[in-house]
């Protein structure tokens, strides 16, 4: 059985290829008409992820409060400031024994702390989970990307 015909073109001239590798030469380095622009839609939250993110997030702000509480409780105790706080309370109530029990103030804090970093992150995810409800019904927002040359 005979092979197929197959079609080839005829061999471009010495002349027409380096008329191609100039025109391809200059089309690689013109310059550009300006960034590139492209528009995407964001119609969907991976509920997943937004509560990793949301954890991390309301955990590192719990960590932050409570360290630089504890920082600014030492500076308030090195310049005598609790100590005032602690005999103004104790005329206040009548009271000659009365002290600030910092470790139990401190265990207090970081309870507070992570009930508000539970239910933060618990709002957030439904927040994301009423969004892809509403982004289901009439779109999501639109984001507009842009690609730049600039390099640091």
């Known amino acids: 059985m005979d092979p197929a015909p197959v079609a080839t073109a005829p061999p471009k001239s010495k002349r027409q290829r380096k008329k191609d590798l100039r025109a391809s030469i200059e089309l690689a380095t013109s310059p550009k ?69 910092s470790a139990q103030i401190l265990e207090g804090t970081i309870l507070v702390g992570l009930v508000l970093a539970a239910l933060m992150t618990i709002l957030t995810v439904v927040g994301a989970a009423l969004y892809n409800l509403f982004a289901e019904l009439v779109g999501g927002f639109e984001v507009t990307l842009v690609e730049t040359d600039h390099h640091p």
């Open 33 to 101: 008409t300006g960034p590139r622009r492209s528009r995407c839609e964001i119609r969907r939250l991976d509920l997943w992820a937004v509560l990793k993110i949301a954890l991390c997030f309301y955990l590192a702000a719990v960590v932050l409060a409570i360290v630089s509480g504890i920082v600014l409780w030492a500076i308030a105790d090195a310049a005598g400031a609790i100590t005032n706080v602690e005999k103004f309370m104790g005329k206040i109530l009548s009271s000659k024994n009365y002290h600030l029990v």
